[in-house]
């Protein structure tokens, strides 16, 4: 019995070594891994430059704004040196009520491998002005340059633009031209002089309204610059993301398309209704206007990076069960793996990742998913009919990893519970290797034919 106490020291440090293995090659593992995500990021980069190169020639993402009346007035003060001088600056005003009905119309474009949505939209815009007031500013009727007064629309993109476009300003026809650019509201657009307004009296109104057909990419939105905004947007695209400030009143999403409903009044919103020109930046800023912006995201709803990304967040888990189970299976049975074997098993998990994301930018997800994990599953379960000594041992092995790449498929598929169930599964789990580790000696945990022999040499 004097021999027993060298070989139960022998095993014990031999399972703390193989532990510390284990766990160095899990670390080491790691490398790969992230190899693995910065290449999913990469190509995640390159689908994103695609679609920017297809909306270069085709529209951008657009977010529509106007119509703003402005209207120039002068304003008199004194220099430095006392002397009177005069200059002309601005005032903005906007509609009492802005309505846009229009259909969107999407179309799946393709850069080489890679996906994008652009769109053509026909927009039609109606609404009424009230004739502009400066009373609010003291600022004298002589001094409003009616003559000089425009309407303008903010329009990012410009490429989009389809057909020429023309205004109907009470009972009057008149054309938009390019030039819209306007300090504080945007960077490009439509503008048209206004004519007839001095002639007007205070308290009428102009009713407006014009066609808008513009091409673009992924996502439109409207700016809410009516005191009242009303804009109904369909499409036969099935997989909408509503986006921006507001969400609709009402919407109806279906397999064939959707529709889609706004209502927002002035309220809802940080800017008012009319502002002077040195008030711009204080109270109507790009900035403000940009963050009061709703509509509507063409949606893919299959982003297979994103689901590649979340898959590889899962791969040390996936190693440390693996490795779990093979060390296990050394601890109840006499035999012994080399730590390269690990090596082996632990790269072919690795590789799912790769298989995956090379396949699923050539195939639906799905089936990407099923030819990756079926070629893992099968690899490491012929090789672990090796390594095991025994085909049901591989057979269990084999479960247990299709068991695996099956939850993980749930999970990638599941949003809004991925962490719920994930971490169940994870309780789960530590539950289940608990029990089965519940009897074991760890001083001497192998009741292989070594330490038989060894106790009957004794």
Known sequence: MELMEPVKGRFRSSVTVKLFVIGFLILLFLIPLGMVDSLVRERAQRRTEAAAEVASTWGSRQILGGPVLVVPYLQHGKDE??????????????????????????????????????????LRWTGVFARPSFDTWHVAPEDVVWRDAYLTVGVPDMRGIRTALKLDWSDRELPLEPGGAEDGLWTSGLRVKIPGLAESQAGERYAFAFDLGINGSEALQILPLGKQTSVALKSDWPDPKFTGAFLPESRTVTGTGFSALWNVSYFGRSYPQQWRQDEAARLASMESLQASAFGVE??????????TERSTKYG??????????????????PFS???LQYLLVGAALCLFYLLLLSISEHAPFAFAYLVAAAATVLLIGSYSAAILRG??????????????????????????YALLLGSLGLFAT??????VTRKIDWSAPRRGAEVTEAVTSA
Not at 430 to 435: E, F, H, K, Q
């Open 316 to 333: 040390a888990l996936f190693l440390v069960l693996t490795f779990l189970t093979f060390f296990l299976y050394e601890v109840f049975n």
């Open 337 to 339: 793996l080399h730590p």
């Open 391 to 416: 085909r049901l041992r591989a057979l269990v092995m084999t479960c247990v990893l299709g068991l695996l790449y099956g939850y993980l498929y749930v999970l990638l598929q599941l949003e809004d």
């Open 81 to 122: 040196k006392g002397k009177p001088v005069t200059w002309v600056s601005t005032a903005s005003f906007l509609p009492e009520t802005l309505k846009v009905e229009g259909r969107i119309v999407p179309e799946r474009r393709s850069r080489g491998i890679f996906e994008s949505v652009v769109y053509r939209a026909d």
């Open 298 to 307: 063409l949606f893919l709803p299959v982003d297979i990076y994103q689901k």
């Open 430 to 435: 530590l539950a289940l290797v608990m029990y």
